[in-house]
Antibody, heavy 116, light 106 residues
Framework: EVQLVQSGAEVKKPGESLNISCQAS????????IGWVRQMTGKGLEWMGI????????RYSPSFQGQVTISADKSINTAYLQWSSLKASDTAMFYC?????????WGQGTTVTVSS | DIQMIQSPSTLSASVGDRVTITCRAS??????LAWYQQKPGKAPKLLIY???TLESGVPSRFSGSGSGTEFTLTINSLQPDDFVTYYC????????FGQGTKVEVK
């Protein structure tokens, strides 16, 4: 079964760093781009950025460029989304997705709460 | 950036109804359009890609049409499970989602 399994919910304080993960299984990880999508509570979906695990080529939405870092470790079929200094406005649900025609596989989501 | 305008934002309907959701792109995206369904508390699910191709396992009551800048998602004979939120998404130039359409019970 093709699936993306994300790391668990996080509660952090402003200024802290965070790394959330997305482990792929059931397909050849290096053959597909992986993306990250943000959904703030009660709001719509926003594409953040993508990574190609084969060579770690990375692209960012202008809205998120410089705000997050996306990476992948092909040796363990895992993609990452990281923040160096969280803000309260980073509170949201984050999904990793496999990019094919559209986003055909979604992780279950990781909730990030940033509060002092 | 390509903008996606989805309408309506809310749609009231009854079980068995046929409903249509529209998505308009700010520039031509050919047929690089997908539709997603999102149930409360769950990740979105791909329904349709390339504007009209049904994803495997998706019921045939869902259909998509359009090209260029105008697209529609049609749900024939609404089922109780269909009263959730739907998003369009262009993937001609990176990715942009529409703002979503919530289908609610009339």
């Amino acid at each position: 079964e093709v699936q993306l399994v994300q790391s668990g919910a996080e509660v952090k304080k402003p200024g802290e760093s965070l790394n959330i993960s997305c482990q792929a299984s059931g397909y050849i990880f290096t053959n597909y781009w992986i993306g990250w999508v943000r959904q703030m509570t009660g709001k719509g979906l926003e594409w953040m950025g993508i990574v190609y695990p084969r060579d770690s080529d990375t692209r960012y939405s202008p809205s998120f460029q410089g705000q997050v870092t996306i990476s992948a470790d092909k040796s363990i079929n895992t993609a990452y989304l990281q923040w160096s200094s969280l803000k309260a406005s980073d509170t949201a649900m984050f999904y990793c997705v496999r990019l094919a025609d559209g986003m055909d596989v979604w992780g279950q989501g990781t909730t990030v709460t940033v509060s002092s | 950036d390509i903008q996606m305008i989805q309408s309506p934002s809310t749609l009231s309907a009854s079980v068995g109804d046929r409903v249509t959701i529209t998505c308009r792109a700010s520039q031509s995206i050919s047929n690089w359009l997908a539709w997603y369904q999102q149930k409360p508390g769950k990740a979105p699910k791909l329904l349709i890609y390339k504007a009209s191709t049904l994803e495997s396992g998706v019921p045939s009551r869902f259909s998509g049409s359009g090209s260029g800048t105008e697209f529609t998602l049609t749900i024939n004979s609404l089922q109780p499970d269909d009263f959730v939120t739907y998003y369009c998404q262009q993937y001609h130039s990176y990715w942009t989602f529409g703002q979503g359409t919530k289908v609610e019970v009339k």
